[in-house]
Nanobody
């Protein structure tokens, strides 16, 4: 069982930056695939970024490319989502997710086994 705890969300203005963190209870995340998803009211959950266990393979939603960066610090069992130039349409609850094993899980939420509780990001115009 892996427990994930997100932090770093909040209320910001358009153009501001936030860094989300996801701390995992697992002994090590070094062989886990990880992803960040978001869900806005009335919309389906979508993957905004994903990173493979080795940190080489990444995926970004088209609308966040060039603005968001996913990274991982295996020594701290933590994955980050740096979000720059935030827009009102980025407003959502953001979730981190994990798939144990040496994989790149990609954008499909069904590929992930464990989920955090979510952190709210609100961007005002």
């Amino acid at each position: 069982q892996v427990q994930l705890v997100e932090s770093g969300g909040g209320l910001v203005q358009a153009g501001d930056s936030l860094r989300l963190s996801c701390a995992a209870s697992a002994r090590t995340l070094s062989t886990y695939a990880m992803g960040w998803f978001r869900q806005a009211p009335g919309k389906e959950r979508e993957c905004v970024a994903a990173i493979g266990w080795h940190g080489v393979s990444t995926y970004y939603l088209d609308s966040v490319k060039g603005r968001f960066t996913i990274s991982r610090d295996n020594a701290k069992n933590t994955v980050y989502l740096q979000m720059n130039s935030l827009k009102p349409e980025d407003t959502a609850v953001y979730y981190c997710a994990v798939r144990p094993g040496p994989w790149f899980a990609g954008r499909d939420p069904d590929n992930y086994n464990y989920w955090g509780q979510g952190t709210q990001v609100t961007v005002s115009s």
